[in-house]
């Protein structure tokens, strides 16, 4: 009898990386209600489906890869985000940014990322406008379906806050008690992420690092230059998405350069560019923007450090 075929592909990797969302799922669930418990399996199932329908043909099985973006994805909404945009958002990212190239490890885009950006500019409404407020004592979330509304929206979110007025402390941004999106509130739970992902050499660190060094150096050079809006280089990196971002989209190895000198002018210029789309762009949250432009020069940085490595003979010219 033949063995039969899983459903899913084996990746001990990818596993890894859901272990790293766990503890962030979890404060998620408590800062803004169980609704983030239920839109996250609303968006895998999602993902998983949309996977399957491209997958069955050739009785290939569905990635375990899929699950961390749906997870990752849905932990970059805000709480109240509806479910059928989510759902739109992750079929995008999962068609267009992975299928179309042919599946798992040809893709050219981060799934997630790029299904987050095409429902924040399509509906910017659900993904700008609408924040919870975020429990501040035990049980906070974990008796409720979803956490009070804010019915001010212009200073709903801390780096939206900080540009008018004094915003939330860094202890507040620290512990994660904050509003925001769901996944990126916390800076302490990132950490956490981090140091496992690291620990357990699923991450590079290296591609970690290196958007953190570009957005404080360009942070910094824009707030003591005095640039409008542009709050100082410790707020900037805890009130937004660019810690995030960077422990668990700049790392996926599948979109980022190969190359070690690569990968730190990858990293490095994500961090720039999301800088500068913050600070002279009309959308504040710049590091998914910044992600999807250098994804697409990651495999050009390859090919320009291998040229440039290679020794004359290799580039035609003539031997010493």
Do not use: H
């Amino acid at each position: 009898m033949a063995k039969q075929k899983s459903f899913f592909m084996k990746q001990a990797m990818m596993r890894k990386v859901l272990y790293a969302t766990i503890p962030i799922l979890i404060g998620a669930t408590y800062f803004f209600g169980l609704r983030t418990l239920i839109l996250t399996a609303v968006v895998t199932i999602t993902a998983i489906i949309t996977e399957y329908l491209f997958k069955r043909k050739d009785g290939k099985p569905v990635s375990e890869a899929v699950i961390v973006s749906a997870v990752l994805f849905t932990l970059t909404l805000p709480v109240a985000t509806p479910y059928w945009v989510a759902m739109v958002g992750i079929i995008f990212g999962i068609v267009f940014a992975k299928e179309v190239f042919g599946g798992f490890g040809r893709n050219v885009f981060n799934p997630a990322i790029a299904g987050r950006t095409f429902i924040y500019v399509s509906f910017p409404g659900f993904l700008t406008n609408q924040w919870n407020l975020a429990s501040q004592s035990f049980p906070g979330g974990f008796t409720k379906y979803m956490t009070d509304s804010i019915e001010t929206v212009s200073g709903a979110t801390p780096l939206v806050y900080a540009a008018v007025e004094e915003g939330p402390s860094l202890s507040e941004l620290i512990i994660g008690n904050v509003s925001g999106s769901l996944g990126e509130t916390s800076v302490i739970l990132i950490l956490v992420a981090a140091v496992y992902l690291l620990a357990t050499k699923t991450a590079d660190w290296k591609l970690m690092a290196a958007p953190l060094v570009g957005f404080i150096a360009l942070n910094s050079i824009f707030y003591f230059v005095g640039f409008d809006g542009v709050p100082d280089p410790v707020f900037g990196l805890t009130s937004g998405s660019m810690l995030f971002l960077s422990v668990f989209f700049v790392t996926e190895p599948i979109t980022a350069p190969k190359t070690t000198e690569a990968k730190w002018i990858y990293g490095i210029l994500v961090g720039c560019v999301a800088v500068i789309i913050r600070t002279f762009g009309i959308f504040i949250a710049g590091g998914m923007f910044a992600l999807l432009i250098m994804n697409t020069f990651s495999p050009i940085l390859d090919v320009a450090v291998k040229e440039l490595k290679a020794p004359k003979s290799e580039k035609g010219g003539n031997p010493a």
